[in-house]
């Protein structure tokens, strides 16, 4: 009984674990297209959409705009990476970011 009972509640617990695995890909799938837009384009391209960003670094070769946003205590930090040179947007990074 508590074998049969002990392998249920394994396989609910690892079907979780499953759809949760699932449902941070899509998330992430997701955030990367709407970022990937923004590639190429001008740094005020963002700031029509995002706002003003919450930090601005100078790191060369690149100008980082970093935005900062949390949801259900999960902080959600974005990074564009600029040519200065050119004011164009060429790669970003996204971490912790659901909807």
């Known amino acids: 009984m508590i074998k049969t009972f002990s392998?249920?509640?394994f396989?609910?617990?690892f079907t979780a674990c499953e759809t949760i695995d699932k449902k941070i890909d899509e998330t992430m799938k997701e955030e990367t297209k709407?970022?990937?837009?923004?590639?190429?384009?001008?740094?005020s391209t963002i700031?029509?959409?995002l706002g003003e960003p919450d930090?601005?670094?100078f790191?060369?070769?690149?100008?980082?705009?970093?935005?900062?946003?949390?949801n259900l205590l999960i902080k959600c930090t974005r990074e564009f990476f600029i040519n200065p040179k050119t004011d164009l947007i060429e790669k970003?990074?996204?971490k912790n970011c659901i909807k």
């Open 34 to 43: 709407m970022l990937s837009k923004f590639l190429g384009k001008k740094s």
């Open 47 to 49: 700031k029509i959409e």
């Open 11 to 13: 396989i609910i617990l």
């Open 55 to 57: 930090l601005i670094n």
């Open 92 to 94: 970003f990074n996204s």
């Open 59 to 70: 790191n060369i070769p690149y100008k980082t705009y970093i935005y900062y946003k949390k």
């Open 7 to 9: 392998c249920m509640l």
